[in-house]
């Protein structure tokens, strides 16, 4: 490639936050649940580089095919691959596509395409643009971007105002929270220059098991806690995961759980029966994953950004502590307290199209 520009550069990143600022000078854009790709133009060739520096060719032709008849002919741009699936972003099936078959990919990339959502430009022509403050870069790829053909340029503000409707409304098609840019500031590789606010709710679940930590003897710290709800027929599934406890706390939890392992009599070690279990075989993992079980007893409180998958649901990320529950039931831990969104179709996104209530169902 002769680009200003060549792969790998690493992507400018975020820091969380808490609320939406409203006395920040940045620019303002809807957090798109996909997979970071930057995209590098010469030309023929086209080259989709992942966060981590690695090439997604392989695993998007479709995408790189489009983006080839689509973006100028030299150009490096800063966005998202995404796929939609029933009005709202599918994570799951964008996932599936990295996988080692080739004829998997391509009957993938032909039954459900992924897109590009552009949110920035670093190159175009001979000229690196990272120097430049933020609102001239989203000028600039306005002037160069005409959506269509699997493209399209994220919607940006700087009202904080119009970012809180979006934070509220857009999660009802699958997006993830609200990034700020700041709009005079630089493109900063690799640095979190930019805030981010993502979901977050609450939910009471059902402790169901255990793994114990990778670095220790089996029994002396927990690894991660094994988490379960109960859905309309009282059929307790596996929901995801928490961890990130302290090393103290692992040994405290090792103890403290100590009676309640159980080999038989619990709901994840029947025959399935419709149910989600714990450890199973998936895309990422070709083997069951050990776990113990533990008498369904306990209860603890978890904070959540999102679920996925269709029913019965899954947490997306990790659960994070917040406190363990005596007070609740197991029984009365169920998925109808989980926190769901407003439908919002994805298309009118994508489209621009975000007055309040349009795409609303």
Known sequence: M????????????????????????????????????LVFRDGDEVVLQSRSGKPLNRYFPEAEAALRRTLPPRIVVDGELVVAKDDKLDF?????????????????????????????VLAVGDDVLLEQPGTKRRATLEGLITPGDSLYLTPATTDAAVALQWFELFEGAGLDGIIGKPGAGEYTPGKRSMIKV??????????????????TEPGTAVGSLLL??????????????????KAAERRALAEELAG?????DHPWLV????????????????????????RPER???????????????????????RRWRPDREPSSCRYDQLDQPARYDVESVLRGEVRPGKGVR
């Not at 379960?228 to 406890?245: E, M, Q, R, T």
């Not at 309640?260 to 038989?264: F, G, N, R, W, Y």
């Open 2 to 37: 002769a680009l200003p520009l060549n792969p790998p550069v690493q992507p400018m990143l975020a820091n969380a936050v808490d609320r939406i600022p409203t006395d920040a000078d940045l620019v303002f854009e809807p957090k798109w649940d996909g997979f970071r790709c």
């Open 260 to 264: 309640l392992i159980t080999t038989d």
């Open 198 to 215: 993502k979901h977050a709710r609450t939910a009471d679940c059902v402790v169901a098991g255990l793994r114990w930590h990778k670095d």
């Open 92 to 120: 799951d099936a964008l996932s599936e596509r990295i996988h080692p078959a080739a004829s998997r990919v391509k009957l993938l990339a032909e039954q459900m395409p992924a897109s590009f959502v552009a949110f920035d």
């Open 228 to 245: 379960g709800l109960h859905d309309d027929d009282a059929v307790l599934h596996h929901i995801g995961v928490v961890g990130s406890f």
């Open 299 to 321: 209860v603890l409180e978890i904070s959540y950004t999102q679920t996925e998958g269709a029913a019965p649901a899954r947490l997306r990320h990790n659960g994070q502590f």
């Open 271 to 294: 025959e399935p029966d419709g149910r989600r279990l714990p450890g199973e075989i998936n895309r990422w993992r070709g083997k069951h994953a050990d776990w113990v079980a533990l």
